[in-house]
């Protein structure tokens, strides 16, 4: 059964992704922008905690799970550094996915030959 629940709630928040694509203009970056930003309310809300109970991976995957971990990056880093956490925070909770997406994106850049969109 949480593997349904993973599956139908991480659909629906791609089909909401899709639906902003091609129901309104926003571009794709206002669009990751928005989730993330969700990501963060619903965090800061208490949304987010039952909602990963409830669906497991499902909720985690999308990019609403590195909007919440932002927004607990910044809230430890305040609670333990101040003001200066606010700043530090989310980079240090999110520094290892970054960097991965860094690094197999070079991989990736290296190993493939692109080809030409005309």
Same mark, same amino acid.
């Given at each position: 059964?949480?593997? /349904?629940? %993973? =599956? &139908?709630?991480?659909? %629906? !928040?791609?089909v909401v992704g899709? &639906? &902003? !694509?091609? &129901?309104? +203009?926003l571009t794709p970056a206002r669009i990751l922008v928005i =989730?993330?930003?969700s990501g963060v309310v619903l965090s800061a809300l208490g949304i987010w905690?039952? /909602?990963?109970d409830f669906a497991g991976a499902g909720a985690t995957v999308p990019i609403l799970g590195f909007g919440h971990t932002l927004a607990q990056g910044v809230e430890k880093a305040v609670a333990q550094h101040g003001f200066t956490g606010i700043f530090t925070g989310g980079l240090s909770a999110c520094s290892c996915g970054v960097s991965a997406s860094l690094i197999f994106g070079f991989i990736a850049a290296v190993v493939t030959k692109? +080809?030409?969109?005309s």
């Open positions: 059964m949480n593997y /349904l629940w %993973a =599956f &139908l709630v991480g659909g %629906a !928040i791609c899709q &639906l &902003l !694509i091609d &129901l309104t +203009k =989730f993330v930003v905690e039952p /909602l990963v692109s +080809k030409s969109q």
